[in-house]
């Protein structure tokens, strides 16, 4: 008899249960469906990540690195890796001994943050031109471009248009770009984003990545 009470509460706290989280579940509908209709995506915010930015500084400044894995820091620890470390399995944060049992060519360099900083405020110096701009770390910025798209729509293509150098052609196993001539960019989110990552390369020679996202307010 005692068992069967206890099995019959069980049930119908179960049943309690269900119904309570169905009626949440309703309200948290109903609370979406409310701020879908009111939110707004008018915040365009855009990330910028250096591409291994102290080992990309070393390969500039050094074109004898390109080809080789590279590390930047010491044999207590490493503070980044270039791409074809990393094959590797040589990674950030890593001592530099195990990087070097990883892979035997391993060329390690010291760091020399005087000079990353100097290259980081160049690069701040021109995505923070159009729009606002929060640092994050030397190699790493969010931006708001909201305002910048919204006058950009009504740029001119002369507006658009960039090519700081005739000269500017590189390469030499590899510093990239190559093809010469002024780059026209359109009036898009996606083309802003080009644009910048191409006035940081003329500028620095190096690469970032970008990708954006909208915030939305109600």
Known sequence: MRRGAILKEQVERKAISNLVTFTFSLQAD???RGYSAERRFDRCIVHIDMDAF???VEMR????LRL???????????????YLARRFGVRAAMPGFLGIKLCPQLTI???DFVKYTEVSRAVRSILGGPTGLVVMSLDEVYLNISKHLKERID??????????????????????????GPRLFGTSAEEAVREMRFRVFCA???TCSAGQFKLYFS
């Open 54 to 56: 102290y080992a990309a």
């Open 61 to 64: 400044d050094d074109p004898s």
């Open 68 to 82: 080789r894995p590279l590390a930047v820091g010491s044999q207590s620890m490493l503070s980044t890796s270039n």
């Open 155 to 180: 740029w001119p293509p002369n507006e658009r248009t960039y090519w700081p150098h005739d000269e500017l052609a590189t390469c030499l196993l590899c510093g990239m770009l190559i093809r010469p």
């Open 109 to 111: 360099v010291p760091p």
């Open 30 to 32: 109903k609370l979406l």
């Open 204 to 206: 620095t020679r190096l």
